[in-house]
């Protein structure tokens, strides 16, 4: 896939992953979450994997993250990280956990997150699935509090053997009742992307 020269390939992936989060990932959070969710999908581009700064906003430099990372392999390789501002994974894990407050960030806090994550991945994977007609498998989601540019780093490791260029589709997903604001990057290899759009 020339990237930089197609744009159409990338228009239709952000078209078919829209579909996905439209009607596998927005059904899945609204359960979880138990309130109307709002989402806007920014868009799918392709970056050098040395020029990160395009996937992070100038507020979200300093920012530390509660992270929830998921490595997909099989037939497509995708990385899903799922991040929320560290001060508001408190709130999501009461809420998850159906309790009125939390004294501290426990290990049962971090499972509830790191299992949000991993419902999540799955709607989009089995959606992904059942389209191009593939198997997926799904990693143990990795839990961790860094800065996004530490977590992006750690993840575009994974796909810098390939291809010294990645595809990144931002989606930022908000709860209209909680206020609660959860962000998706989905990142593969530009290759991988074809096999989506084949």
């Given at each position: 896939?020339?990237?930089k ?12 992953i829209?579909?996905?989060?439209v009607s ?8 979880i979450?138990?309130?109307?969710i709002q ?27 509660s ?5 997909c ?28 407050h939390?004294n ?18 799955a709607s ?5 699935c ?26 575009v ?9 990645i ?8 709860g ?23």
């Open positions: 896939m020339n990237l020269s197609n744009h159409d390939d990338l228009r239709q992936l952000d078209r078919v829209n579909s996905f989060i596998k990932t927005i059904p899945s959070l609204n359960v979450l138990e309130e109307p989402y806007f999908h920014k868009k799918t581009q392709a970056i050098q994997i040395t020029n990160l700064d395009l996937l992070i906003s100038n507020f979200e430099e300093m920012d530390v993250m992270a929830v990372y998921v490595k392999g099989g037939d497509l390789n995708i990385g899903v990280l799922w991040y929320l501002l560290e001060e508001e994974s408190k709130p999501l894990a009461v809420k998850l956990l159906g309790k009125s939390l501290e960030f426990d290990k049962l806090a971090i499972s509830s997150i790191s299992e949000i994550g991993n419902i999540l991945t989009i994977v089995n959606a992904i059942n389209e191009a007609g593939c198997k997926i498998y799904s990693s143990v989601p990795g839990f961790a509090i860094e800065s996004l540019r530490i977590l992006l780093e750690a993840i490791s994974d796909f810098g053997d390939l291809s010294d260029t595809v990144a589709s931002a989606v930022e997903f908000y209209l009742n909680s206020g609660i604001k959860l962000q998706m990057l989905l990142i593969q290899d530009p290759k991988e992307a074809k096999k989506i759009i084949a």
